[in-house]
């Protein structure tokens, strides 16, 4: 009887470190994330700027051909 409440107790404690490690994996990528952001939009929009600048110069057709 008593070997069951160990092992019980085991496993436990074993969810419990598997728990706070996700924990605090995805809070150390929440906060990553939150430092990543106003960069990944700032280089987001630089891309799609760049991407705007090559369309008007290159005339890129996504949607169908201009000389039909």
Not at 23 to 31: C, D, K, M, P, V
Not at 35 to 56: G, I, P, R, V, W
């Amino acid at each position: 009887m008593q070997e069951t409440g160990i092992l019980k107790e085991q496993t436990k404690s074993k969810k419990r470190q598997r728990f706070m490690l996700k924990t605090s994996t995805n809070l150390q990528i929440a906060r990553q994330s939150k430092k990543m952001k106003l960069t990944k939009n700032a280089y987001l929009t630089k891309s799609l700027l760049d991407f705007l600048e090559q369309y008007k110069s290159q005339n890129i057709f996504f949607f169908g051909r201009d000389d039909e």
